[in-house]
């Protein structure tokens, strides 16, 4: 058995099906290492900004380009061998899509997978009648050559609660393996009949960071006009009081109601640094109240002011709900990666934000947590939306390979060999997405933060989490 | 953190034909523009459907589906508009796809409108009978009715007279009319005729009447007040009519009677920002509109969804099941919910309808005509899957944000010159334009134009239609004596420096070239300008226009030398200046401090403060000011006193904390019975945080010692233009390129100065000048 293996294949796994082996499927195939064998990493498109007052360019954005698999085929054998060879050859090259399967060290190195495109522009030796037929071939692929699945998570439960559960609003990954990151696939159920419909799911994410408390409870804040402590009886975070109640009983104008203070877990002051999005949990004691809310932060000699949101609520004993206020960047000035060329992240001070609430019309607004969502590597926000009367989907599917959402039954088994259990809906099917899939950092610690916008501290989904490691051409053993 | 190149994402989507495709991956290099006014102006997206797939790229080609940019990073949408232009390229295998910003949103709906009509060339005139001449007078906007002798009027019997058309002609209802009713003749039986005016159509209601009279009674009938919201109308009939219970008259052989109705101004229904018709009577309280109660509307009526009952809207009363109906079109393009309006603007607008159909776009533009700090935006929908309950999700997501913002007044973008700017500044753009009409006897008759390039030029006397829109605007800053905008106890030529003072925040500036940006550049915006503040670092793609940029290396004071100041630029600390509103914003110390009219050095009042006769100091004192250390100030005003004595006029300067720190004085003796200027100029000392000006009596003054004071200012001195101003541009369009990673920053360049903070006085000799 070659130990190189260098084979066209069905499938990313670790027995595919072979549809052609360059490299001793028999004496008569042979990968030609006496010519150009090369899989050097693809190239990269880059931008600088560069002029004549500063040295160099600073590099303000890269990706990879496609990249060329550079290998010759020897062929072998009689005439009506080779041509036979030559033929299936030819086939597997002038595939739209293909894959090839490599490794250099069978059983030792795990494969990689090249998701190579049609590439028939070979070059074709022959010198005698009896010799070898040599195929010089140039074959282009994807920058990156893709790993055996990783089945990274399987039904993991997230709680609706940054501050209970298993997995507390977030999922964390650790292990992650890989040159580069790798979209994940992700199917989220509930373990509700129509716990997904027209319930916006937010995924933030943040890798290889010093996490920090990332929500801060209401009734711990600092008070302002009209507001008070308060306990609810039931769908709350924290302890007794457990919420805040805006009574707007001398002002219903917008203004400060309510001051929460985040600090870095841990004294990492760099943890801190990032764009977020504020959200807020909320809620109200009369139906059908419209209210307006901003966020503000000290910035200078001024406030900052974030967009206002309107927003209306009803009475629900059971559905607080998540207010998206926008981005907030932290700190709001410029501070460098590191200080000079020490090598050290500056300190971040704590960041302060004010809460301004206005009543447009209603009752009291009620609020439970403010949540800083990370919005600075990868943020998506999905919702199986549908106006039909029933449950809407059962599954949501987050096809990070194929930057897709797409919906179907909660039994929807994507992996299953029979087609019938990956069947995704087609009336109800639609899964609107704005925002970037989560991606996997190989090395560090993923975590992602999920949120569901109308849901009870109670509610729970269940992630199931696999990605195909991309390497660049070897994978670790 | 990840390095996955620019992290930018496109979606097309329209969630009613189940389309919601991300075209990331497909898309070449494309870019998209930015524009203030506007917002997403257009974009450019050639993509290419790869093989297998399993998609039918027919159906990218639909006009209409919306194209989203949005950062992957934040799911900020940062562009987003409609398709308008699906092309194939078939040798390229390529889809083109021309899509329009959502600008485009407020060209859908074109129709008239009526906001005020201050004109008579609506209002029809009849002659009921060959008795009566009707007549209207377009230069002094009055109707008339001339009775003729011979006509023999019973009790209770009227006649028509005039008949006003606008509102049908602008489709419009009529919330409010007000004009000023007077008549005469009639040998002495005046007083048993009157004017009347009705609401026709389907609502005949008799709004009001008014005894003929030689004074002339000023008459406003209110939606919510005189007549109901469902009285309204659009038809309005005034009659001359002998009241009831008068008996018969009939006009002798040379009598003669004459009915006018003088300057009526009919003011249309208007909505809010959601398209809700506005019924209540203090939406209407005044003979003007202001800009931001015509943004509401247009926002309410031709963006909102307004339009579909044309003056009452139904949108709030469809129960929100079936705003969930896929094909219910009449939400509008705009969500109002949170669209942003400024409401700084104090300009009376005092005629504006359009009798021809006339779309948001025009009607926007022409208010940037009046509020010429502002600018309009129509910006993405967002990520916005539901924000109300009664919502429905999918309707809601495609409505565009819109804002009515002003322009900041500091930066919000800093570069430097490695951002690469492709033009110098010049001051040979320096351009101040003004076109306004000015009143000050309520005719509406004539105004004055102030066209300024570089030098202001006063005086020529113009309509009061504004050229460029013809007759049917009219923009008016009202300056009335006393009182109004222009402080009380300005006249003549100081008034007319406060108009210049006004107008001096009319600017027109010039595009002076682009900044390329292709890396991260702070932003700091406190959102107070158009509702959407941040700070921190941005990327090139997330910048934006209708925000100042400032270049942080060209020299501050680089063009100084271009310019000469000759009169000093000030900003005022103290309110009533010249006493005219009672002793407010005043205090005092050592006497009887009261407004009085028994002298005054302009204006109708002065202050006047009688000693006790005790008090070591008599003195009357400004509120405290903040200040800043190291700028200077000045005070000064003109005083009176029975007797000749020293006064001292000074500045007090204080900590942060209240203590005081030191102060500055000039001590003037002044004539008995005489005014006279004195002045102080001082720089504050280092920590000075806040202080008063005081004019001051010393040494025990006898209660004889009765002082007065007028025009008294309390100013701070900007010595030289602020040299960080020299450097700073308005954003007036951004075109960003995922090939380069670059933003092309398209400027216009801001004044040196912010002109709205002076004052020039009426003894200076002018305002900026160049040479």
Known sequence: MATVVWKFVSTISATPAVTFDMNRQNASVVLNFGETFDISPPAKKRSFTTNSMTDGGLLTSSAYENRVLEFTVSLQGSLTEKAALHRELKKQLSQDRNLIMYTPKAGVINPVFFRTMKSDDYSFTHKTEGGPWHVACKVIAEPFAIGIRVDQALGASVTNNPTSGANPARLDFTGIIGDVPSPPLVKITSPVTGGLKNNPVYIGQRTGRTFFDNWKQAELGTLYTDTSTWTAGSNATGGTPNMIVTTFATATAMGGRLRVQFVPTGGDRDALRGRYRVLMRVGTGTTGSTFKARWATPGGNNWIRGRVAQFTLNLDTVQQKHIDLGMLAHPPYQAPAEIGYSGLAPGIEDMWITIDVERVNGGNFNMDYVYLMPADERLCVVSAATTDAGDGVGAIVLDGPNDMTYGGESTLNLFDTAVANRSLYAAYGLVPRIGGLPILVPGVTNRWYILQESAAVTSTLNFDVHYWPRWLEVATP | ?771
Request: charged content about 20%; hydrophobic content about 40%; glycine content about 10%.
């Open chain 2, 1 to 771: 953190m990840i390095d996955t190149g620019i992290p930018l994402g496109v979606r097309m989507y329209d969630l009613k034909d189940g389309v919601d495709i991300h075209l990331t991956r497909w898309v070449d290099d494309f870019s998209f523009r930015h524009t203030a006014p506007g917002g997403c102006a257009s974009a450019t997206i050639k993509f290419r459907v790869p093989d297998g797939s399993n998609v039918d790229p027919q159906m990218f080609g639909s006009l209409y589906y919306r194209i989203q940019i949005f950062d992957k990073r934040s799911a900020e949408v940062l562009w987003e508009g409609r398709v308008e232009d699906p092309a194939t390229q078939v040798a390229e295998d390529a889809w083109e796809l021309g899509v329009l910003g959502g600008q485009v949103a407020t060209t859908d709906v074109n129709m008239p409108v009526l906001y005020i009509d201050n004109t008579v060339a609506q209002w029809r005139t009849i002659s009921d009978y060959e008795e009566i001449e009707t007549g209207s007078d377009d230069k002094n906007n009055v109707l008339t009715a001339k009775v003729k002798s011979g006509y023999s009027w019973s009790a209770g019997q009227d006649a028509e007279i005039a008949e006003y058309n606008g509102a049908y002609a602008c489709l419009s209802g009529i919330a409010r009319i007000a004009s000023t009713h007077k008549g005469t003749y009639l040998g002495g039986q005046g007083g048993n005729f009157q004017i009347t005016l009705y609401q026709t159509g389907s609502f005949p209601t008799l709004l009001d009447t008014t005894t003929l009279n030689t004074g002339g009674v000023y008459k406003a009938n209110v939606v919510g007040t005189d007549f109901t919201s469902g009285q309204i109308s659009q038809d309005i009939i005034l009659t001359i009519q002998r009241r009831t219970g008068t008996g018969t008259y009939q006009l002798p052989a040379s009598e003669e009677g004459l009915a006018w109705v003088q300057w009526p101004k009919v003011i249309g229904m208007r909505h809010d920002e959601i398209g809700n018709s506005l019924v209540a009577a203090s939406n209407y309280a005044n003979d003007w509109v202001n800009v931001h109660q015509v943004v509401r509307d247009v926002v309410g009526r031709f963006l909102a969804g307004g339009w579909w009952t044309g003056t009452l809207n139904h949108w709030n009363s469809i129960a929100f099941s079936a705003k969930s109906y896929w094909a219910y079109p009449e939400q509008g393009s705009i969500r109002g919910t949170d669209a942003f309006i400024d409401s700084s603007d104090v300009h009376k607008i005092t005629n504006l309808w359009w009798d021809q159909a006339v779309n948001a776009k025009d009607i926007l533009n022409t208010l940037m005509e009046v509020q010429t700090n502002a600018y309009w935006a129509v910006w993405p929908s967002d990520h916005r899957f539901e924000q109300t309950v009664f919502d429905d999700i999918l309707i809601r997501e495609s409505q565009f944000r819109f804002v009515w913002a002003r322009w900041p007044v500091s930066w919000n973008y800093l570069v430097s010159a490695e951002d690469g700017m492709e033009q110098q500044i010049s001051g040979e753009g320096m351009y101040n334009a003004a076109a306004m009409s000015y009143d000050d006897d309520n005719s509406y008759t004539t105004g004055t134009l102030y066209a300024n390039p570089r030098v202001t030029v006063f005086g020529s006397t113009v309509p009061w239609e504004v050229e460029e829109v013809g007759s049917r605007f009219t923009r008016l800053k009202h300056f009335t004596y006393p009182g109004g905008v222009i402080p009380a106890g300005f006249s003549g030529v100081e008034a007319e420096d406060y108009v210049r003072e006004s107008m001096a925040a009319v600017q027109n500036p010039v595009n002076v070239g682009t900044i390329t940006v292709r890396r991260p550049i702070q932003m700091r915006d406190d959102g107070s300008s158009d509702g959407n503040g941040f700070a921190g670092m941005v990327d090139p793609w997330e910048l934006r226009p209708g925000k100042i940029v400032k270049i942080r290396d060209i020299f501050p004071h680089n063009n100084i030398g271009d310019m000469y100041w000759d009169s000093g630029i000030t900003r005022t600390l103290n309110v009533n200046n010249g006493f005219e509103s009672g002793t407010t914003g005043w205090g005092s110390a050592g006497g009887t401090f009261i407004q009085a009219s028994d002298q005054k050095f302009a204006g109708s009042f002065a202050g006047k403060i009688t000693p006790t006769g005790a008090a070591a100091d008599t003195y009357i004192a400004t509120a405290w000011a903040l200040m800043t250390a190291f700028e200077t100030y000045k005070a000064g005003a003109w005083v009176r006193c029975a007797v000749a004595r020293s006064i001292t006029i000074r500045i007090d300067f204080y900590n942060i904390s209240g203590g005081f720190i030191s102060n500055v004085s000039t001590t003037t003796s002044v004539a008995a019975n005489t005014w006279t200027y004195i002045e102080v100029v001082a720089k504050a000392p280092l920590n000075a945080w806040q202080g008063p000006s005081l004019i001051v009596m010393s040494g025990t003054p006898a209660a004889s010692n009765v002082m007065w004071v007028d025009e008294y200012y309390y100013q701070q001195i900007e010595i030289a233009p602020r040299g960080h101003e020299n450097s700073m541009f308005r954003v007036a369009a951004t075109e960003y390129n995922t090939a380069d990673n670059s933003c092309k920053l398209e400027l216009d360049e801001l004044p040196r100065w912010d002109l709205s903070t002076q004052v020039v006085k009426g003894s200076g000799s002018g305002n900026l000048r160049t040479r």
